[in-house]
């Protein structure tokens, strides 16, 4: 369990430059006594990286599953759908993203860019799991199951914008090399957000309303969720 908590810290800190000497003496420190519980091999990193989706992204929705009261079965379903969305959106994603590097001629570059994907994943979730005690407040405060679904998207925004901007740290020795690769990290979130939007839709409910009965999906999850978006907009218009 500790390997995966020095994972999620090297995770938080990677791409940072230290600000003074004493940082830097500071941070060699803590990386020489740390060397040993982080491996450097490639295969083993993934998978620590793998491991803290899971953990990490399961606690949230753990979490996010308590609305209204602790309800086992819904705990449980949460716990399982957070890191199932992760981890699957950025599965589907990856392919799209590979189609994109080699269109524009940077295929020789996907290699660093996986890896980052890979870390902004585990940050994501890592940064999720630390805005769960802000849920378990508003939960303790409101009995409004809308406020807790706009609160929890609130949540998934923060965590997001805060993987965006690890992603962008870690790329960016190529977008300095190659200005392509800024654009195509704009590309990687359109995509991404694109197919989170409907996997999340499909995935439902996370929170689970008090008020019906628990079920893994809903009765409608396979339709569309931008269809259902613009339903709304056009009976609210």
Same mark, same amino acid.
């Given at each position: 369990?500790?390997?995966? @908590?020095?994972?999620? #810290? &090297?995770?938080?800190?990677?791409?940072?430059?230290?600000?003074?000497?004493?940082?830097?003496?500071?941070?060699?420190?803590? #990386? *020489?006594?740390?060397?040993?519980?982080?491996? #450097?091999?490639?295969?083993?990193?993934?998978?620590?990286?793998?491991?803290?989706?899971?953990?990490?992204?399961?606690?949230?929705?753990?979490?996010?599953?308590?609305?209204? !009261?602790?309800?086992?079965?819904?705990?449980?379903?949460?716990?399982?759908?957070?890191?199932?969305?992760?981890?699957?959106?950025?599965?589907?994603?990856?392919?799209?993203?590979?189609?994109?590097?080699?269109?524009?001629?940077?295929?020789?570059? @996907?290699?660093?860019?996986?890896? *980052?994907?890979?870390?902004?994943?585990?940050?994501?979730?890592?940064?999720?799991?630390?805005?769960?005690? @802000?849920?378990?407040?508003?939960?303790?405060?409101?009995?409004?199951?809308?406020?807790?679904?706009?609160?929890?998207?609130?949540?998934?925004?923060?965590?997001?914008? &805060?993987?965006?901007?690890?992603?962008?740290?870690?790329?960016?020795?190529?977008?300095?090399?190659?200005?392509?690769?800024?654009?195509?990290?704009?590309?990687?979130?359109?995509?991404?957000?694109?197919?989170?939007?409907?996997?999340?839709?499909?995935?439902?409910?996370?929170? !689970?309303?008090?008020?019906?009965?628990?079920?893994?999906?809903?009765? #409608?999850?396979? &339709?569309?969720?931008?269809?259902?978006?613009?339903?709304?907009?056009?009976?609210?218009?």
């Amino acid at each position: 369990m500790n390997s995966f @908590f020095l994972q999620a #810290d &090297s995770v938080l800190r990677s791409g940072t430059r230290q600000a003074s000497n004493e940082q830097a003496d500071r941070a060699a420190e803590r #990386d *020489a006594a740390t060397q040993d519980s982080i491996p #450097d091999d490639a295969v083993t990193r993934g998978v620590m990286l793998l491991g803290c989706i899971l953990l990490f992204g399961a606690f949230y929705g753990a979490v996010m599953g308590t609305f209204g !009261g602790v309800r086992p079965q819904q705990v449980l379903f949460s716990a399982i759908k957070v890191p199932l969305l992760l981890v699957v959106t950025g599965g589907l994603s990856v392919p799209s993203f590979f189609v994109l590097y080699s269109l524009w001629g940077l295929r020789g570059d @996907f290699g660093p860019v996986l890896r *980052a994907l890979l870390s902004t994943q585990a940050a994501l979730a890592v940064v999720l799991a630390s805005l769960a005690p @802000f849920t378990l407040l508003f939960y303790l405060s409101s009995s409004h199951y809308e406020g807790a679904l706009l609160f929890n998207g609130a949540m998934f925004g923060v965590a997001s914008a &805060s993987a965006q901007l690890l992603l962008r740290r870690l790329c960016r020795p190529l977008m300095q090399r190659d200005p392509r690769h800024r654009k195509l990290l704009w590309g990687w979130l359109v995509v991404y957000a694109f197919i989170g939007i409907q996997l999340g839709w499909v995935l439902r409910p996370f929170v !689970g309303s008090p008020n019906n009965p628990t079920a893994f999906f809903r009765a #409608d999850s396979l &339709s569309n969720a931008y269809e259902a978006l613009l339903h709304t907009v056009w009976r609210v218009l």
